[in-house]
């Protein structure tokens, strides 16, 4: 807030009278002759020095964090059962310069309170341009092969493919970029860097026609990262385009060259080709592969200045020269970096593949500091890392390809073992970068690498996800026939046989045949409500692939909380035994906070009318009429409560909660 303060200058005005030869003589003793004074000239300006003060807000929610029991987890209930959690769940708010107000809304916007993850099925209302898609769309971007090698579902539903089309046969290949409303249709404000794309297009990023698009990243503001491998002349280089929400290029992205466009290109004196891509939450950019040193291949990372492209000198890696892009080994042979992903704290992980003396590859791993180097306490399974390792896998080719921090701190990481056949493979570390010893998988004895054989075809998990359960989710290709392939694994690395695929008849693994011969999914992302999205490719009644986009649907819901008793009865325990709902309540504040919503009652299940269904847009719930220090001291004490109804499927439901503060 800003006030302004009006000051009105008053000015009294006094007579007085001297005799005109008085003055004239005062003046002549002073020296100043009035006959011969020079004529007056004088120029001006005035400069006005501006300034606004935001208001400074703070929110903590460690009071409140996810999956704890009795506080924001129900833990194990019965179908036709109300129960109320039973510890405070705490969120302190406030603003150091200004009256604040805590504000809450569903964290899907989809207006059920709390939904199943997916058992496989597919979303029916997903229909594409055809409207007959029945959760299957293909899209012929151009008129050769086309394929979707990443995923991202917009906060509005909309989902961006991004991965590789041909413009020609076979060659050049290059970027292409889509937009599907959540109907599945094109969106035709999409329309790219000529405007004309209508909600699909292409663009070359390279000069040589060989583009590879490997990742996508939506930003806060709206603007979507791009990242693969491009070739000029005989060299493969990382590559990078940031598109404006419309598609159109980001001109003010221009790179270390100060002259990409929109289009960057980054230089490590070799070959070098980029797979992974990682956004910093103060906007930098970090890109990771693989880098040819004249004889085999090490991990190298670049980090780039998030509003220009340049690189950042401050990212100087274990020598300390790097000035924004090094490479480093790990092993004796081929280093091959894959994915990279980033702490809480800052941290850089990049994982890949290291191949040995045997020819044969095994997982690799190095944590890089805030600067670049190497963080020795990631020290492995041997405990003599000292920032960078390899783990013993399988006997032959153990290949990453994706990774994720999870919230507990370990790393997460899919791709292929290398047996009899090739199958889906999975690996947790540990924050210390120690396999996890709890991640056993079906057999017992995985010990932190867990392949899911099955001896009879080839498998692999290309992209990996992680539900707000805990449970995991793998896509990419499974079957003697190549076809689209989602597993679903427990925490500790078990198939979750819940998963039931689109026929209702698997247990952890499914397959989803789209097309009318071979197909896969290579990447995927997960709508705010639950919704996964795979992104891939089919051949299309002839040898020419398109790029295949498939829904899933979320499993059963929880209602958001209304007057279930009827008349003016709000109170649960009128219910029907058939009736399930969610709903939320403020047992009481404090700190200077006053409640928005009634916290008069106990938060019980008799508490009538202080129980409140979760908004699926933000409003008020308690709120600040004085400024109050950080971190703030202002409390809202919520309970929550849930009613089941008696034929309520059984599986782990979520009800996503965000909380925002705002100082009007």
């Known amino acids: 807030m800003r006030s302004r303060l009006h000051v009105r200058h008053g000015r009294t005005r006094t007579r007085v009278r001297f005799?005109?030869?008085t003055v004239v003589a005062l003046l002549l003793a002073l020296g100043i002759g009035l006959a011969t004074a020079p004529p007056s000239e004088s120029a001006g300006a005035s400069v006005v020095v501006t300034a606004s003060i935001v208001s400074a807000t703070s929110l903590d929610t460690t009071g409140c964090a996810t999956g704890a029991a009795g506080r924001t987890s129900f833990g194990n209930i019965q179908p036709g059962s109300s129960n109320v959690t039973s510890v405070d769940c705490d969120v302190a708010f406030g603003s150091t310069n200004?009256?604040?107000?805590?504000?809450?809304?569903?964290?899907?916007?989809?207006?059920?309170?709390?939904?199943?993850?997916?058992?496989?099925?597919?979303?029916?209302?997903?229909?594409?341009?055809?409207?007959?898609?029945?959760?299957?769309?293909?899209?012929?971007?151009?008129?050769?092969?086309?394929?979707?090698?990443?995923?991202?579902?917009?906060?509005?539903?909309?989902?961006?493919?991004?991965?590789?089309?041909?413009?020609?046969?076979?060659?050049?290949?290059?970027?292409?970029?889509?937009?599907?409303?959540?109907?599945?249709?094109?969106?035709?404000?999409?329309?790219?860097?000529?405007?004309?794309?209508?909600?699909?297009?292409?663009?070359?990023?390279?000069?040589?026609?060989?583009?590879?698009?490997?990742?996508?990243?939506?930003q806060p503001d709206g603007k979507i990262l791009l990242s693969g491998e491009c070739l000029t002349g005989v060299s493969h280089y990382m590559c990078i385009t940031r598109l404006n929400s419309d598609g159109s290029y980001d001109t003010a992205f221009d790179g270390p060259s100060g002259t990409g466009n929109g289009r960057v290109g980054v230089d490590l004196g070799n070959e070098a080709w980029s797979y992974g891509l990682a956004l910093q939450p103060d906007g930098m950019i970090v890109l990771g592969g693989k880098c040819y040193n004249g004889s085999n291949n090490d991990f190298c990372v670049a980090r780039l200045n998030g509003t220009t492209g340049a690189y950042d000198t401050t990212f100087d890696g274990p020598s300390g020269t790097g000035n924004g892009m090094f490479a480093f080994s790990i092993g004796a042979s081929h280093d091959d970096g894959a994915v990279v992903t980033l702490q809480p704290d800052g941290k850089v992980v990049i994982g890949g593949a290291c191949y040995l003396a045997s020819g044969y590859a095994d997982p690799c791993f190095a944590r890089l500091n805030v600067n670049g180097s190497f963080d020795t306490a990631f020290d492995g399974?041997?405990?003599?890392?000292?920032?960078?390792?390899?783990?013993?896998?399988?006997?032959?080719?153990d290949i990453l390809y994706d990774g994720l921090v999870a919230p507990d701190g370990s790393l997460l990481y899919n791709g292929f073992c290398d047996q009899t056949t090739h199958d889906s493979c999975f690996v947790r570390l540990l924050p210390t970068g120690a396999l996890d010893p709890t991640f056993?998988?079906?057999?017992?004895?995985?010990?932190?690498?867990?392949?899911?054989?099955?001896?009879?075809?080839?498998?692999?998990v290309d992209t990996i996800r992680l539900q707000p359960d805990g449970r995991v989710i793998g896509v990419g290709t499974c079957g003697s026939t190549a076809t689209a392939c989602v597993t679903r694994i427990n925490a500790d690395g078990t198939l979750d046989t819940r998963f039931k695929g689109p026929g209702g008849a698997n247990a952890g693994v499914a397959s989803y045949p789209i097309g009318t011969a071979d197909s896969g999914s290579v990447g995927a992302d997960f709508a705010s409500d639950g919704r996964l999205v795979l992104a891939?490719?089919?051949?299309?009644?002839?040898?020419?692939?398109r790029v295949c986009i498939q829904r899933l649907d979320t499993g059963a819901s929880i209602s958001n909380y209304s007057n279930l008793g009827g008349g003016g009865d709000t109170d649960w325990a009128s219910a029907t035994a058939t009736t399930n709902t969610f709903a939320a309540c403020v047992r009481g504040v404090a700190g200077g906070a006053s409640a928005t919503w009634p916290?008069?009652?106990?938060?019980?299940?008799?508490?009538?009318?202080?129980?409140?269904?979760?908004?699926?847009?933000?409003?008020?719930?308690?709120?600040?009429?004085?400024?109050v220090p950080d971190p703030p001291t202002a409390i809202a004490s919520l309970r929550f409560g849930l009613r089941t109804a008696t034929n309520q499927p059984p599986g782990s439901y979520v009800a996503p909660i965000v909380f925002s503060v705002i100082a009007p």
Do not use: H
């Not at 041997?382 to 013993?392: A, D, E, K």
């Not at 995985?446 to 054989?453: M, Q, R």
């Open 19 to 21: 005799a005109c030869a």
């Open 98 to 218: 200004n009256a604040a107000q805590l504000q809450v809304a569903q964290g899907d916007g989809a207006g059920a309170a709390m939904w199943m993850s997916t058992t496989g099925a597919l979303d029916a209302t997903f229909d594409g341009p055809s409207g007959t898609g029945n959760g299957k769309v293909i899209i012929p971007v151009t008129a050769f092969d086309g394929w979707g090698y990443a995923a991202a579902v917009q906060p509005d539903g909309s989902t961006l493919v991004a991965g590789v089309c041909g413009t020609a046969s076979p060659y050049p290949n290059v970027f292409c970029v889509m937009r599907l409303l959540p109907s599945g249709a094109l969106d035709p404000a999409f329309d790219g860097p000529t405007g004309t794309g209508n909600g699909a297009f292409t663009f070359a990023q390279g000069s040589q026609g060989s583009d590879w698009l490997k990742r996508i990243i939506v």
């Open 381 to 397: 399974p041997s405990g003599t890392g000292n920032g960078r390792f390899i783990i013993t896998g399988t006997p032959y080719d």
């Open 440 to 460: 056993d998988g079906p057999t017992g004895t995985g010990n932190g690498l867990v392949a899911l054989t099955d001896n009879t075809a080839e498998e692999e």
């Open 536 to 545: 891939g490719g089919c051949a299309n009644g002839s040898a020419i692939y």
């Open 599 to 627: 916290s008069t009652g106990a938060c019980t299940s008799t508490d009538s009318t202080s129980w409140n269904a979760v908004p699926t847009t933000a409003a008020t719930i308690a709120a600040t009429a004085a400024p």
